[in-house]
C-alpha cells in the first residue's frame, strides 16, 4: 500500500514537478530496487560525474596526514636535488584531484608546475582552490589524460619535466593504471634523468587459512541438525577456480584468531616507477617458503608499499596491523587507517593441505591491471598454474563476496531450517521470492509437494537450476519473470517465502521490492495462504566512527592549503 501511495502522489504532482525542472537537468532511466523496473528520474547533467565524487571517498584520501606529508618530504627531496644539479625544478603533477600534490611543489621551490586532470569537475575544483590559496600563477592545469599531452611549441608542455609527482595507485595498486601511465610519461614527457615520485613499490603476500574468509568465496553443502546433509553443492562449483577479481578489505579489522599464518608475509612483486628498468606489463614470479604450520593454505593476503624518495627515506606501507612497521614502535591505533587504499584477500584456485616446514611455492602474476596468485607443493608447474582464474560455475559472476557468505551463514540458515520444518508437509506448494536461494530446495527434501522459484537474474538463476540438477529435484518449476508467475498455477500456493534477498538491491531496505512483489501476486493465490517473513523492522543507530567518516568530512584546510571550493563539492554531492 506504501508504494502504490507514493507512486499515486509521484503521478498526482508530477506535471507541477516538470515545470521546476531546471534546463540543465536531465531525464534519465534508473532501476528502482523497491519496484524492479526503471524509472525516469531528474538529474543534474553531471549527475554521474557528482555521483564519482560523492561515493569516490577522496575525502579520505586527503585526511591522510601520513600519505600528505611523505609526498611533501618526497617532493622536498627531488626540488633540492634537481637544483643541486644546476637545474630547474619541473614538476609534471599526473590526476591533480584538488592540486594539493602541485601546490605542495610550489611550496618546496618549484621553478615551473604542470598538472593535469582529466575528471572534469575535479580539474574546475582544482583550479579554484588555487585561486583561493593565491597559486593560480604559479601552476597550469590541463584538463586532459596525461596520456594525451603533447610536448612542444604548440603542445601541452613547452618541454619536458624532470620531476613527476602522482598518485594514480588503488588497492591493487596497479588497478587505475599505474603501469601505462607511468611508461607513457617516461617515454614522451619525462626527461632521461628525471626523479618520479613515488620511486618504486613492493606488493607483499602472506599465505593463510582462514574458514571466515573461505566462506565468502566457497558455499557449504547444507546439513540438518542430524547431521545428516540434504543439500549438496554441485562438483562444479566446488572445483570453479573462482574469480580473479580483488576483494578488498581492511584486514587489520578481521580477528586475530579468525586465521592461521601459513608463511611469513613474503615480498613478491616490485614495480619501479623511476624508469631506470624497462616496464614489464605481464609477468609472473615464484618464491619458495617454508609452511609455518600444519593447516590448509586457501589464499593470501595481500597488500603493498611505496618508496617515496630516491634514497628510500620516506617508506609508505599499507600492510595490516601485525606486518605494520609502524607496530613495534607505536600503538595499533596510531597506524594510518586507509578506505582508499586497503589490503585484500585473493583466493586460490583449489585450497592446498601442508604440514610444519614443507616447502610450497607462491606463484604471483600480474597484467597491466590486475593480480593473481596460486599455490603448489611442486616446482613441476603446467601453464594452468600461472593463469587468470576465470570463474566456471556462475556463482562467483553472480554474487558478490558478502553474498556468498551470507548464504553460508549458518545461523541464518538454521532460522530457515526451523521455519521450514514448522511449516512444511507433503500439502506444501510453496513460492519462493528470492533470488539465488538455493536453501530454499530444502522443502522438497521436507516432502513439500510443489516447489516455485521466481529467480529473475539469469546468473543466479543457472547457479539455482545447477542445484536443481545435481540434487535430482524434480518438484521444482523456476520462473524467470513477474510475469511468468501470472501465466503459472498458482492457485495451490500456500506459502510465499522470501529471505528477502534481490541481485538489483543496493541498500538493504531494497529487499522490500518482497513487499511489492508479494502484493501483484495476491490475486493469483487463494487467500488462505502463509507469508514469511511476516513483518520487517528497519532499525536505526547512531554512531561514532573512528575513521570512516573522513571519507565524507569537510577538510577546511589540507596541509596548510586552504580546500573550501573541495568541502562545498562533497557536501553538495554526497
Given at each position: 500500500m506504501f508504494i502504490k501511495h507514493l507512486n499515486l502522489v509521484l503521478t498526482k504532482h508530477y506535471?507541477?514537478?516538470?515545470?521546476?525542472?531546471?534546463?540543465?537537468?536531465?531525464?534519465?532511466?534508473?532501476?528502482?530496487?523497491?519496484?524492479?523496473?526503471?524509472?525516469?528520474?531528474?538529474?543534474?547533467?553531471?549527475?554521474?560525474?557528482?555521483?564519482?565524487?560523492?561515493?569516490?571517498?577522496?575525502?579520505?584520501?586527503?585526511?591522510?596526514?601520513?600519505?600528505?606529508?611523505?609526498?611533501?618530504?618526497?617532493l622536498k627531496i627531488a626540488i633540492e636535488t634537481m637544483h643541486s644539479r644546476g637545474k630547474p625544478a619541473n614538476v609534471l603533477d599526473i590526476g591533480t584531484g584538488t592540486g594539493l600534490l602541485s601546490m605542495m611543489a610550489v611550496r618546496n621551490g618549484a621553478d615551473k608546475v604542470i598538472a593535469c586532470e582529466a575528471f572534469l569537475p575535479m580539474s574546475r575544483c582544482a583550479k579554484k582552490i588555487l585561486d583561493l590559496n593565491g597559486l593560480q600563477d604559479r601552476v597550469k592545469i590541463i584538463p586532459k589524460?596525461?596520456?594525451?599531452?603533447?610536448?612542444?611549441?604548440?603542445?601541452?608542455?613547452?618541454e619536458k619535466c624532470n620531476i613527476l609527482v602522482t598518485?594514480?595507485?588503488?588497492?591493487?595498486?596497479?588497478?587505475?593504471?599505474?603501469?601505462?601511465?607511468?611508461?607513457?610519461?617516461?617515454?614522451?614527457?619525462?626527461?632521461?634523468d628525471c626523479i618520479v615520485i613515488p620511486d618504486n613499490a613492493t606488493i607483499y603476500a602472506q599465505v593463510v587459512?582462514?574458514?571466515?574468509?573461505?566462506?565468502?568465496?566457497?558455499?557449504?553443502?547444507?546439513?540438518?541438525?542430524?547431521?545428516?546433509?540434504?543439500?549438496q553443492v554441485p562438483d562444479i562449483i566446488k572445483n570453479c577456480p573462482g574469480s580473479a577479481a580483488v576483494h578488498d578489505i581492511q584486514l587489520s579489522q578481521l580477528p586475530y584468531t579468525s586465521f592461521n599464518t601459513i608463511t611469513a608475509p613474503t615480498a613478491?612483486?616490485?614495480?619501479?616507477?623511476?624508469?631506470?628498468?624497462?616496464?614489464?606489463?605481464?609477468?609472473?614470479?615464484?618464491?619458495?617458503?617454508?609452511?609455518?604450520?600444519?593447516?590448509?593454505?586457501?589464499?593470501?593476503?595481500?597488500?603493498?608499499?611505496?618508496?617515496?624518495?630516491?634514497?628510500?627515506?620516506?617508506?609508505?606501507?599499507?600492510?595490516?596491523?601485525?606486518?605494520?612497521?609502524?607496530?613495534?614502535?607505536?600503538?595499533?591505533?596510531?597506524?594510518?587507517?586507509?578506505?582508499?587504499?586497503?589490503?585484500?584477500?585473493?583466493?586460490?584456485?583449489?585450497?592446498?593441505?601442508?604440514?610444519?616446514?614443507?616447502?610450497?611455492?607462491?606463484?604471483s602474476c600480474h597484467d597491466e591491471y590486475s593480480l593473481w596468485f596460486n599455490l603448489s607443493?611442486?616446482?613441476?608447474?603446467?601453464?594452468?598454474?600461472?593463469?587468470?582464474?576465470?570463474?566456471?560455475?556462475?556463482?562467483?559472476?553472480?554474487?558478490?563476496?558478502?553474498?556468498?557468505?551470507?548464504?553460508?551463514?549458518v545461523k541464518r540458515n538454521k532460522n530457515?531450517?526451523?521455519?521450514?520444518?514448522?511449516?512444511?508437509?507433503?500439502?506444501?506448494?510453496?513460492?519462493?521470492?528470492?533470488?539465488g536461494f538455493y536453501f530454499g530446495l530444502v522443502a522438497s527434501k521436507l516432502g513439500a509437494k510443489q516447489l516455485y522459484f521466481l529467480d529473475t537474474n539469469l546468473l543466479s538463476r543457472r547457479v539455482l537450476q545447477q542445484f536443481i540438477k545435481h540434487n535430482n529435484i524434480q518438484n521444482v518449476i523456476v520462473l524467470e519473470t513477474v510475469d511468468d508467475l501470472k501465466k503459472a498455477d498458482l492457485q495451490d500456493v500456500n506459502i510465499i517465502f522470501g529471505e528477502p534477498y534481490f541481485t538489483s538491491s543496493i541498500l538493504p531496505w531494497d529487499n522490500l521490492l518482497f513487499l511489492?512483489?508479494?502484493?501483484?501476486?495476491?490475486?493469483?493465490?487463494?487467500?488462505?495462504?502463509?507469508?514469511?517473513?511476516?513483518?520487517?523492522?528497519?532499525?536505526?543507530?547512531?554512531?561514532?566512527?573512528?575513521?570512516?567518516?573522513?571519507?565524507?568530512?569537510?577538510?577546511?584546510?589540507?596541509?596548510g592549503f586552504l580546500m573550501g571550493d573541495f568541502d562545498q563539492l562533497i557536501s553538495v554531492r554526497a
Amino acid at each position: 500500500m506504501f508504494i502504490k501511495h507514493l507512486n499515486l502522489v509521484l503521478t498526482k504532482h508530477y506535471r507541477g514537478f516538470m515545470k521546476s525542472v531546471s534546463p540543465m537537468n536531465i531525464f534519465i532511466q534508473k532501476l528502482n530496487p523497491l519496484t524492479g523496473t526503471n524509472d525516469w528520474v531528474i538529474q543534474n547533467e553531471d549527475y554521474d560525474y557528482h555521483q564519482e565524487v560523492a561515493r569516490s571517498a577522496f575525502a579520505d584520501m586527503l585526511h591522510d596526514t601520513e600519505r600528505n606529508q611523505l609526498y611533501e618530504r618526497a617532493l622536498k627531496i627531488a626540488i633540492e636535488t634537481m637544483h643541486s644539479r644546476g637545474k630547474p625544478a619541473n614538476v609534471l603533477d599526473i590526476g591533480t584531484g584538488t592540486g594539493l600534490l602541485s601546490m605542495m611543489a610550489v611550496r618546496n621551490g618549484a621553478d615551473k608546475v604542470i598538472a593535469c586532470e582529466a575528471f572534469l569537475p575535479m580539474s574546475r575544483c582544482a583550479k579554484k582552490i588555487l585561486d583561493l590559496n593565491g597559486l593560480q600563477d604559479r601552476v597550469k592545469i590541463i584538463p586532459k589524460r596525461s596520456t594525451d599531452l603533447r610536448v612542444g611549441v604548440d603542445g601541452d608542455l613547452n618541454e619536458k619535466c624532470n620531476i613527476l609527482v602522482t598518485e594514480v595507485f588503488d588497492t591493487e595498486l596497479i588497478g587505475e593504471g599505474a603501469l601505462s601511465t607511468f611508461a607513457h610519461a617516461h617515454q614522451h614527457l619525462l626527461e632521461n634523468d628525471c626523479i618520479v615520485i613515488p620511486d618504486n613499490a613492493t606488493i607483499y603476500a602472506q599465505v593463510v587459512e582462514c574458514p571466515l574468509a573461505q566462506n565468502w568465496n566457497n558455499l557449504k553443502d547444507i546439513y540438518n541438525d542430524d547431521l545428516e546433509q540434504i543439500i549438496q553443492v554441485p562438483d562444479i562449483i566446488k572445483n570453479c577456480p573462482g574469480s580473479a577479481a580483488v576483494h578488498d578489505i581492511q584486514l587489520s579489522q578481521l580477528p586475530y584468531t579468525s586465521f592461521n599464518t601459513i608463511t611469513a608475509p613474503t615480498a613478491v612483486l616490485r614495480f619501479d616507477w623511476s624508469g631506470k628498468t624497462p616496464f614489464v606489463f605481464e609477468r609472473s614470479t615464484i618464491q619458495t617458503l617454508k609452511s609455518l604450520r600444519d593447516g590448509k593454505a586457501q589464499m593470501v593476503f595481500m597488500w603493498w608499499e611505496l618508496q617515496m624518495d630516491i634514497h628510500a627515506q620516506n617508506i609508505l606501507s599499507c600492510a595490516p596491523y601485525w606486518a605494520h612497521p609502524n607496530s613495534k614502535s607505536s600503538l595499533t591505533r596510531e597506524i594510518p587507517w586507509r578506505d582508499h587504499w586497503m589490503q585484500a584477500i585473493y583466493y586460490f584456485p583449489q585450497e592446498v593441505s601442508v604440514k610444519t616446514n614443507q616447502e610450497v611455492h607462491l606463484i604471483s602474476c600480474h597484467d597491466e591491471y590486475s593480480l593473481w596468485f596460486n599455490l603448489s607443493t611442486s616446482l613441476k608447474l603446467s601453464d594452468k598454474a600461472y593463469i587468470n582464474p576465470v570463474c566456471e560455475c556462475g556463482l562467483h559472476a553472480a554474487f558478490s563476496r558478502t553474498r556468498i557468505g551470507q548464504l553460508n551463514n549458518v545461523k541464518r540458515n538454521k532460522n530457515y531450517m526451523k521455519i521450514f520444518e514448522e511449516h512444511i508437509d507433503e500439502n506444501s506448494t510453496i513460492l519462493f521470492l528470492s533470488e539465488g536461494f538455493y536453501f530454499g530446495l530444502v522443502a522438497s527434501k521436507l516432502g513439500a509437494k510443489q516447489l516455485y522459484f521466481l529467480d529473475t537474474n539469469l546468473l543466479s538463476r543457472r547457479v539455482l537450476q545447477q542445484f536443481i540438477k545435481h540434487n535430482n529435484i524434480q518438484n521444482v518449476i523456476v520462473l524467470e519473470t513477474v510475469d511468468d508467475l501470472k501465466k503459472a498455477d498458482l492457485q495451490d500456493v500456500n506459502i510465499i517465502f522470501g529471505e528477502p534477498y534481490f541481485t538489483s538491491s543496493i541498500l538493504p531496505w531494497d529487499n522490500l521490492l518482497f513487499l511489492y512483489l508479494n502484493d501483484s501476486i495476491k490475486q493469483l493465490v487463494t487467500g488462505n495462504v502463509k507469508i514469511f517473513p511476516q513483518k520487517c523492522i528497519v532499525k536505526a543507530v547512531a554512531v561514532k566512527f573512528d575513521h570512516l567518516h573522513k571519507i565524507r568530512e569537510p577538510l577546511g584546510e589540507c596541509e596548510g592549503f586552504l580546500m573550501g571550493d573541495f568541502d562545498q563539492l562533497i557536501s553538495v554531492r554526497a
